[in-house]
């Protein structure tokens, strides 16, 4: 090959790879108009949670009673495990369209998490907890501490991290709940316990953020079996709590959502842009986002992800067709010299 022909290459590679960034934006990368937001968001993960716990929740509990806080369940999809669940969490994408379906998949997120697109909006992110998320989301956090085997202090952490660091959106995520579950059972009293521990931890972060005005989710990425453990897909695994705690602003709930849903809602919350892999509904009663991603597709009959494969095959035909007019320029002047 002579060397004009690999230098070709190199450029040709070069702009490819600029080509692709700039379609990924416009194909992949939506603007929903969100309601006017404080952008100060607390979402709290309690691992391991399922709905009955609340009754072991004092504080959450008379919360909801005294219609200070809004509650309603949260459907997991398949599979009911942590990893799974983070992602639908986070990412808004079903397990289907992002592919992280085990807990042995030690690989960072391949979509964009609510807390990216913060972060691309400038706004200050913060992690205190378990360290999965971060493996997931190894870049997404400007402030993170994290525990690789027990809670540690996540709850003083994050309160100190309010106070001196302020951040838009802060993420809590205790992994004692999920632990006593695995050991005990999901009816044990050693989980109900645990339970009520964390209620109370919530109750002290919570009066920090309270005077900061953050809107805080409290939610869990799956449940547990009555004697321990959720891979067994039940309702005891699948269900689990939806609270939101707001000053400012109300969700119209409905008798459940789905996991999915939480991601669009904590963009709609810090009033920034949503991605096309997210494919739940907001619970901010705006734009609807399953009404902008028709507009993008290409054949709404077929399931979202082929008309992704189907952008990404004209992406290519477009590249293809680029590659063609470079090669013959190129031979053109090669022709006049
Ligand atoms: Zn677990």
Not at 33 to 60: E, Q, T, Y
Not at 96 to 121: K, R
Request: aromatic fraction near 14%; hydrophobic fraction near 40%; charge should be positive.
């Amino acid at each position: 090959m002579s060397n004009y022909i690999k230098l070709t290459l190199i450029l040709y590679i070069l702009i490819l790879n600029s080509t692709i960034s700039l379609f990924k934006y416009t194909f992949y990368d939506i603007t929903t108009k969100s309601k006017p937001s404080n952008k100060k968001v607390c979402l709290i993960i309690v691992d391991g949670l399922r709905v009955d716990a609340l009754n072991n929740m004092p504080f959450i509990h008379n919360l909801i009673e005294n219609n200070n806080a809004q509650f309603t369940i949260s459907i997991a999809d398949k599979p009911t495990l942590s990893r799974a669940g983070y992602m639908r969490i986070l990412t808004g994408a079903p397990t289907h369209i992002s592919g992280i379906s085990s807990n042995n998949q030690h690989i960072p997120s391949p979509i964009l998490s609510a807390s990216d697109l913060a972060i691309s909006q400038k706004l200050k992110t913060a992690l205190c907890g378990y360290f999965w998320i971060d493996e997931l989301f190894p870049f997404s956090f400007y402030y993170k501490k994290t525990y690789f085997i027990r809670d540690g202090t996540t709850f003083n952490d994050a309160i100190s991290v309010v106070n001196s660091f302020n951040p838009n959106f802060l993420i809590v995520h205790p992994m004692s709940v999920d632990n006593a579950g695995h050991s005990f059972g999901g009816n044990s009293i050693q989980y109900k316990n645990t339970a009520n521990k964390i209620d109370y931890e919530i109750y002290k972060l919570y009066k920090e953020v309270n005077k900061y005005n953050y809107d805080i989710i409290i939610t869990s990425d799956h449940g547990h079996q009555n004697f321990g453990g959720h891979t067994n897909f039940e309702e005891n695994t699948f269900l689990t709590p939806f609270i939101f705690i707001s000053k400012r602003t109300y969700l119209k709930l409905p008798k459940s959502i789905k996991q999915i849903d939480i991601a669009p809602t904590l963009c709609d919350l810090l009033g920034i842009s949503k991605t096309l892999y997210m494919t739940g509904d907001s619970l901010l009663n705006n734009e609807n986002l399953s009404l902008l991603r028709k507009a993008h597709i290409i054949n709404p009959t077929l399931p979202f992800e082929y008309n992704l494969s189907l952008s990404l095959f004209i992406t290519n035909i477009l590249l293809t067709i680029h590659l063609i007019i470079y090669f013959y320029f190129i031979r053109l002047i090669k022709s006049k010299f």
